[in-house]
């Protein structure tokens, strides 16, 4: 694991505190504005070992005409799990 990781990972949870209830933003007006919406707050899978255990974890942003939506997906072994074992995975790191 690098730093590189342990900032993208740190990124990713930032990014799901952030848009937590954000299906109530007003969306931005123009398509395009939507779209460099999407790519800018968006984050590429970042996959890590830890603890024996393999992790990934995505962000993705959607913006369409009437609402904002924003989803993470995590897993830990390839099997689903939430946002709390990636927190917790970081802070492992962290300490490191």
Known sequence: MTTETINAVRSIVKQAEKFKGCFFWPPEKLA???RSMEKRESRDTVEWTE???????RFDVDCCCSHTEARGYYTKDGKKTTLVAIRNSLKRMEEM
């Open 32 to 34: 395009g504005a939507r």
């Open 51 to 57: 603890g024996g255990h393999t992790y990934t974890a």
